[in-house]
Structure formats: C-alpha cells, structure tokens
C-alpha cells in the first residue's frame, strides 16, 4: 500500500549550421541497468505527479520545454564548460522530454554524461596551461560575475577567456583574503600571489574530480527532477542520497553552524539561519547567499560548487569549537568569507521572546514585543501522550504577561520567520478575534477546506502592529493575512512577503511496488509534490504575491530577487470566493497613518542610511561586472564596510525591559535589548502605535 503523508513546508548566438535532430543511440551506449530503472522511475513519477501535483499538469511539450531548462542549468548554470554549440546539440531534446517520459526510453542523462565529461577533461587541461602562463594584475579586465547574465561561449577561444578572467578573479579575491589572514605579519607579496595562485588551481583541481566522478546515475536524477521542478519550484524528485539532504533541512538546522542549505542550480544555498545559532550570533552569513568554498580554519579552501549538498555538509559540520570558513557569493555579487566557530544551537533563542517598550518619560507609554522566530511545535510528546512545548501556549503566556503590565499596544515581529506548524498560526490568529475563519485551503481536487478560530473569546483587544519582510513565509503570512482581512493589525514592512502559498507531501516511492520486478532497481527514493493552496478568507491566495504591508518601509531585503514571483514555474496567483466573516469594526486612519510614517522615515537617521545601503546594492546587482585589478576591489570592499558600519543608529524613543531573563552575549551575538535599541524597524511600529493609541 502506498504511504502518502503531508509535511508542511511553511517552513529559480551565433552558431554555424548544425543538425538538431537527435541521433538515436547505439544499445551499447544506453546502460542496461540504469536505463531500465530509469525506465521504472518515469512511469512512477509520471503516475504520481499526474494524480497527485495540484495543477495537474499534462506531459506536453511545453512541460518538456520547461524541464529542459531546468536540467541545463543543473548541468552547467555557470556556463563555465559547454559551449553553444553543446547547449545546441542537448537542445534538439527540448520538447522530447515528455515523449521520453512516456516511452521510458531516456536518452538526454546518457548523452549529456558523455558531453560533461569530455568538456571536464577539456577546461582541467585549459586551466592548468592558463595557471602556468600566469596572469597580468594590472590590465583593466572585467568579470562577469552573474551566471544568469553570461551566454554560453561560441568558441573554444571564448571558453579559455573565460576560464582566464574566472582564475585571475579567485587568485585575487584568494590574495585580499590572505592579507586579511596576516593581520600585520611581513610577508612578501610574491609570496601571497604564489599561495593565492595555489589555493586557486588546488580548489578547482577538487572541483573537476568531483566532476569526474559523477556517474550516469546522478544524470538520471538530475533529469527526472528537472521534470518535477517543471510542474512548482517546490515538487522535487528526491533520489536515495538527496532524501538524506532532505531530512536534514526538514530537522532544522545544520549540525555546527545552524544554517539549513539546498542544492540550487549547481550551489548550494542558504535557506535558512537558526536563531540561536553559531551562524545566528556571527551574522555575516545570511539567507539567499551561495557557499562557494568550505575551509577547516585556516586550512585549504574546498570549492563546493557542483557539489551535492551531503558531501557540502560533511565538510562544513564539525566539533564544537572549532572553526569553519565559507566563503559565500552574496545575491549582489559581493564574496565574503565568513568564519564561524561551531557551536550548538541555544534552544532558548529558538523560541517566542518577550519584551516591554516603555516610552522615555512617559512610563505610561509601554508597547508589547512579541518576536516569534517560527511555528514551532513538538510533535514527539503528543505521540506519549504529552502536551509538547509550542508557539501558540508560549505566545499566549506572553501576552498574559503583557495584559498584565497594562501595556497599550502589541508588536508581533515575524521578519525572518519561515512558517511552521500550521495550527499554531491559525491559533495565534485566534488570540485577537472572537470566532471566525482565519485561512482556507484548496486541493488538487478542488475541494475547499475552512480552518476557524478554535476557541471562542478575545485573548487581546489593544492595538497591534505586525512586521514583516520577504523572508515571512508561509504560516508567517498566514497569521499576517488574517489579521489584515479582519483590520485587526496594521501590517508593516517591505514591498511583499515570501508568497509561499503551497503545501507538500512527501511520497515513497519504495512503498506499493507496481510490480515485484521493480523490487531489485530499489532503492528508488522519494517525490515532494505540491498537493494543497492557502488563500485567505477574503478569497486572495497568498501564493505568489505574498501580503502587501499597509505601511511600506525601506527594506534592506527589496534589492534581493527573493519569493515566489521569482521562483521559475511558480504557481500562479488566483482567487476563490471569499468566505463569511465580520470585520474587527475598529476603523484605523490608514492613510493617515502613512502620512505621518513616511514623515518620520524623512527625518530618520537610520532610515537614510539604509536608503543609502539600498541603493549601492541596487547598483552592484544591476552592475555585475568585476573589475579584475586589486585596488578597484579593495575600494568597493571598503564602500561597502563603511556604509554598512555607520547603519546603526541607537532609539531614544523608549527603554526596553526583557521579559525572557538575561539573553545570552558573547560571539558577537547581540542581546534582545541590543538589538531593539537600534532597530529602526522597530522605532517605526512603536511610533506607529503612539499615533494610534494617542500620546
């Protein structure tokens, strides 16, 4: 019997005439194992994702075009190995992929291994004639450090050009690197160019073993999830090893630093930062950046690009005190190396924080804080029977507490917060209205499903401002949307939140065997697909375009391409009818209220500075060409550095009394109080709920 189960995940030229019909292949090239299991793997795929994906899309052409894509950026997203006239021969089956699908005849992976593996001999060879050659530092060459705004290369003598700005780049991002690691010890620069020169051809040596070792197998699986990801950005065909990668994000944290990864196109990528983390209290690496290299303190960077995420996570995990070093590609283009000590994770700071915002003066002032990092809940004590520890019994104990000190107002902060446990958004909801709905849901059937309010009552009555930014996802914008329907919160924040709109569930594919003769090709791993869609109860789904704030502010985050609208093959926005329910009855001057905020973002100090920061980032995204000369890249390290260094402004506006005990300091960590002090954010809700409550 097959096992079906549901996780929430609340938690993108010119060529000369070349024949474009694909050839068949000789019998002796298509492996007849493998093929067969491929064989046996697109018949259960194509059953499952047409039962069970949402939109159930039709294996047409289309589809074909869209997964095609997909699988040339895992083959090469860089562009760094096949030339067009490679992408022209793969081209020829672009919309062969659904006719594949449906014959089991795969030939694309066989095809596309034999090509990879010629062109990886090629470039290691290129590469080490260029490394000998050596480079000129002071010619003024530019880099194009943007995969997506690189075209493949028309001739090999492209590709060697390339490879030789993409060397004389790491040589001297590997030089500044190296000076910083002197910290005022003599060294003669001949000396460094020479490491730096080392390190560089050291990285890219692991890089193409790695490359070399590839079998067709990883070919496959690489294909047939290009075919998953065809359908959402979040259905995945998960072969053995990468359900392994899977249940690592879905703990939470990577064992160390306390950062969940993904594979995205060839790199691996930051999805998430644990509060309470050795990556949390370090904070230079941050969601949306791309680990490039992995280094064991200050031994030899390992280049992690094209690296599967479980052989990323051997290296970057480790004891307890000890260092590791990633050097990351920021979205703009900027690479840091951040060093971080691992550590474990302080439970503590994954869970709700309170805090008292009392006005300087005026201690009548007092405004609630309620951080909420996620949705957490323990599932494993329901299991015996117990009640375990969750977002929804700590949220109501704060704000008890809060009631309790007579404070006028309530901030509720879920910037960073990724979702979690449904039920504790739709319980947290809860807390400021007396009954009703707070989300529906539709599935693949299209059938409608209400969630209410699950206790009748008002835990809190006073005003409330929720932040937000592009990283609240899912039950975040759940919580959010609902008290925005009702006008029971005035929602602050950036341009949108995430739109993460979806749910998955998660199938075995080992489970239900069409056939006993499919038992010897196991085992054959497992399918995340996209089964179910949010929408609120005023009928508007949160796919996509996420929750617009009532109140924008600058946002630091507004440069980056992050949330659903930018995901490739992302489900659509839409609407269903909208479903009973009464409104808060309070009118709030919304318009106002904008009025005055955008006053006090004009005087802010801190507001001009991040505007600033803003627009340097804006810049160096659309601008993503490198000056390959030392000096020119030391100057927009420093821009950077000082832009980023002056940002921080302290409130005078209130005093902050912590309700969760003393936080813990140390390794550059920042206490509750610390961080509220100088967050600008922050000032802006307390403002805001002056203005409502009245001075």
Known sequence: MKRLFCKLLLLPVFIGFLCTV?????????PGFEAERAKVLSFILRQHLSRFHFNRKSFDDDLSRA????????????????????VLQLRSYETLIDDEMVLGQIDLPVVSSRLMKQRVEKVEKMVEKLLLAGFDFD???????????????????????????LLKYQIILNYLNLLDEQQGKLTRNEVLWKTATERTRKSFHSLFARLRRQDLRTYYSLYLNAVARAFDPHTHYLDPSTEEDFDISMKGSLEGIGASLREDDGSIKVIDIIPGSAAA???????????????????????VSEMRLRDAVK?????????????TRKPNGDILVVPIVRDVVNIEETFIKTASLVGRGSPSQSFGYIHVPSFYRDLSSSGRGERGRNASDDFRAALEQLK?????????????????????????AGFFIDQGPIVQIKDSQGRMKTLYDPEAGVVYSGPVVVLVNKFSASASEILAAALQDYGRAIIVGGEHTHGKGTVQALIDLDQGYYSRKMERFGPLG????????????????????GVIPDIVLPDLLSPLESGERYLDNSLAWDQVPAVEYESWGEDMDLEGLRQKSLLQVEKSLAFSRILEEIEL?????ANTLRALNLEKIRQERKEIDKIRNGREVLVEDYKVVEKNGAARKGDNEKGLTDQLIRDPYVREAFQLLQNVAGK
């Open 404 to 428: 309790g000190e007579g404070i006028r107002g309530l901030i509720v902060d879920l910037r960073n917060d990724g979702g979690g446990a449904l039920q504790d958004a739709v319980n947290i």
């Open 526 to 545: 497992a399918l995340k697909v996209t089964i179910q869609k949010f929408y609120r109860i005023n009928g508007d789904s949160t796919q996509y375009r």
């Open 315 to 327: 290296l970057i995990r480790g004891k307890k005190g000890t260092e590791v070093r990633l050097t």
């Open 281 to 303: 209290r370090q904070g230079q690496l941050a969601k949306e950046d791309v680990i490039l290299k992995v280094a064991q303190g200050d031994g030899e960077p390992v280049d």
């Open 139 to 165: 010619t003024e060459d530019q880099f194009e450090t943007d995969p997506k705004k690189r075209e493949f290369c028309a001739t090999e003598e492209d590709l060697q050009e390339r490879w030789r700005k």
């Open 22 to 30: 694909p050839l068949p292949l000789q019998a002796e090239e298509r």
């Open 67 to 86: 997964a095609f894509s997909l699988f040339l950026e895992q083959l090469d997203f860089q562009k760094r190995f096949l030339t067009a006239a490679d």
């Open 617 to 621: 980032e804006r810049r160096k995204i």
